[in-house]
């Protein structure tokens, strides 16, 4: 997914490529070596590294430390995606094969446990302790956000407070800190880190209700839809419906939900279901509430072209096709 920004952080993007690959090379395992190879290969959206250097600009200058701030947020980001395919069974990632898939689960879960200890190693050995905190802060709410998620799915009792806790721990999290230290990486004012990271969290809910759209198949481009459903993921245009809906509808929304295969007439009901009942409405409206939260918080900062670029972002990140 390229965002509008690549171009307007091109000469960026090209040193945090050559940096993040430069930390991922010349291990004392040749097996490591090959996975990690394989990994630089498919590169991701950058979205938080993005967010890293955009918010250091609506400050200062993008430095060193920014660069490497940008690196331990797409370390730890890696390193939970790679466990995240271990614990969803994902066979995919970005239209390559996961990990987990080429080389098993055993590999999987040592390759996430040394990208977080690289991320680790590489802020202490710099003191980059600010930074450091942020974004273990943010991974300790990311597993937290899991749990909870999987707890209540189990259960099938997530309501819209739960939801946005959920979200606001294993998606909002590693945003508001991505753009957290990437302010604090050219300044020690902690009031403007506290906006950027108000930001992040605003635009991480929105992401997060904007995946929830796609699965619904709302502008969507890309991967098939109803993958949400399929992993009984209780996102917001569902959860809506079943609140506002009969006892009669939501015990045969739940029905469906709980079937042990849920195939394609399954996922056209629901999704009728949920369109009938306003879910997709809803969850739109909420988007673009806090979306204006996030564009509102702009107003803290000062530098006019950061500040432009940074809406340009929000608004592609709500407007988004997959």
């Not at 955009?54 to 430390?65: E, F, S, Y």
């Not at 271990?86 to 080429?102: K, T, W």
């Not at 998620?149 to 946005?164: C, G, N, V």
């Amino acid at each position: 997914m390229n965002t509008p920004l690549d171009n307007i952080l091109q000469k960026e993007l090209i040193e945090f490529d050559i940096y993040f690959s430069s930390l991922l090379k010349a291990t004392k395992s040749s097996l490591l070596d090959r996975i990690l190879a394989y990994l630089v290969k498919r590169k991701g959206k950058k979205i938080r590294p993005i967010l890293v250097f955009l918010t250091a600009q609506m400050v200062g200058r993008i430095n060193q430390k920014t660069l490497r701030a940008a690196a331990l947020s797409e370390l730890l980001h890696t390193a939970t995606l790679v466990h995240d395919d271990v614990v969803d069974n994902a066979m995919e990632r970005r239209s390559f094969f996961s990990i987990n898939a080429l080389w098993k689960n055993k590999a999987a879960v040592l390759l996430g446990d040394f990208l977080l200890a690289k991320g680790l190693l590489l802020s202490l050995e710099h003191e980059d302790f600010t930074a450091l905190l942020l974004l273990s802060k943010a991974v300790k709410s990311m597993s937290e956000g899991e749990l909870l998620q999987m707890q209540k799915a189990r259960s099938l009792d997530i309501d819209e407070p739960t939801y946005f806790e959920i979200i606001n721990g294993k998606t909002a999290s590693l945003f508001s800190a991505s753009c957290a230290i990437g302010v604090a990486s050219v300044t020690n004012d902690k009031q403007i880190v506290e906006y950027a990271g108000l930001i992040g969290q605003y635009l991480g809910i929105c992401y997060q209700i904007k995946d929830d759209l796609l699965d619904l198949g709302t502008n969507h481009i890309g991967k098939p839809i109803g993958q949400d459903i399929e992993e009984r993921k209780f996102t917001l245009p569902l959860i809506y419906t079943l609140q506002h809906c009969s006892s009669d509808v939501k015990k045969e929304l739940l029905y469906l939900i709980k079937k042990k295969k849920i195939g394609h007439k399954e996922k056209n009901r629901i999704l009728e279901i949920i369109t009938l009942h306003k879910g997709i409405n809803y969850a739109t409206a909420q988007m673009s509430i806090y979306q204006n939260k996030a564009i509102e918080v702009l107003a803290n900062f000062d530098n006019v072209p950061a500040k432009d670029n940074m809406k340009l972002l929000i608004d592609f990140m709500v407007n988004r096709t997959h």
